[in-house]
């Protein structure tokens, strides 16, 4: 088996033809490696863009790239061509899923596929480094730059954010924490509608407790003192995406507020309870004077 760690640039772009923003690609970076991540074979193009003639400044700043540097590229569907020939029957690699992203985007925008043509099976090296470190947490992601720090590959700050040197470095770092996990969980098959939905699939907070993905055994709370279930005093609150109510317990008279959040993913409902401390409220008594 075969792997190909993908990095790419991109330029948000707005588009009159669908009048919408699109990530257009402006490089491509990748090396191939064998079964034990041996590096046989490198890819890097630049992409000449369509939809935005002139890079953000962001951009600019982060790749030093120039709009004189892209004028020099190829097209999209081209170096698309060149880059399906590299992989072939390889396992594709990002690290996180903001590149499958973008290659599904363009891919839609230049040539209307609903699909990504050499993509057969995939990994997300981002989850897989962080848990092969036991440091997985969906909703705290690690950078790539941050995470090559915490396990202490080197790195060049100045060639950070260039497709091919991500993609060397995304590398270093598989090679580094290899064996932490077992690598085949984290591969995904890809040439299927599923993987699409899963892909696209956007994870979001659901605030309405009328929906049928709220589980209302986990609206209950037990004393954090002496473990008894504890009654609700008022109504449940939306805070800031979480529901919040007043408990108290009967058997030991502590008081709390209980917070519940529900985060809806394709793949089911992430569930978050936390006790916080209530604060009475005090009045302060005034004497006229």
């Known amino acids: 088996m075969n792997y190909v760690i993908l990095d790419l640039e991109w330029n948000t772009a707005f588009s009159k033809s669908t009048h919408s923003f699109v990530n257009e690609i ?11 991540f041996n590096e046989t074979a490198a890819f890097e193009r630049l992409v000449t863009p369509r939809i935005g003639k002139k890079l ?14 892209l004028a020099g590229g190829e097209d999209f569907l081209s170096v698309s061509r060149a ?29 209307r596929d609903k699909t990504i043509p050499f993509l057969s099976s995939y990994c997300d090296l981002q989850e897989y480094c962080e848990r092969a470190i036991d440091r997985f947490d969906e909703g705290n992601q690690i950078g790539l730059g941050r995470f090559a720090e915490i396990i202490g ?30 690598l085949e969980q984290c591969i995904l098959k890809a040439d299927c509608e599923e993987f699409y939905k899963r892909m696209l699939f ?14 209302r055994e986990q609206m209950k709370f037990s004393c954090d003192v002496c473990g008894r279930q504890a009654r609700r005093l008022k109504k449940w609150r939306l805070h800031n995406k979480s529901f919040d109510a007043d408990f108290i317990c009967k058997n030991c008279g502590r008081k ?19 006790i916080i401390e209530k604060k009475e409220k005090t009045e302060e008594k005034q004497e006229d004077t």
């Open 26 to 36: 402006i490089e491509f970076g990748a090396v191939k490696t064998d079964a034990e």
């Open 202 to 215: 956007k994870n979001h907070f659901i605030t309405d407790l009328k929906d049928p993905d709220v589980d």
């Open 83 to 111: 880059f399906e020939d590299f992989v072939g029957d390889s396992v594709l690699m990002t690290w996180g899923t903001s590149d499958i992203h973008a290659l599904i985007e363009n891919f839609r925008f230049y040539n």
């Open 56 to 69: 953000s400044g962001r951009v600019k700043q982060l790749t030093h790239l120039t709009n004189e540097d």
């Open 256 to 274: 709390f507020t209980g917070r519940v959040s529900f985060k809806k993913r394709f793949d089911g409902v992430k569930v978050n309870k936390r």
């Open 153 to 182: 590959v080197s790195f060049s700050e100045e060639e950070q954010h260039r497709a091919a040197a991500d993609a060397y470095l995304s590398l270093k770092c598989m090679k580094k924490v290899m064996g932490g996990y077992p």
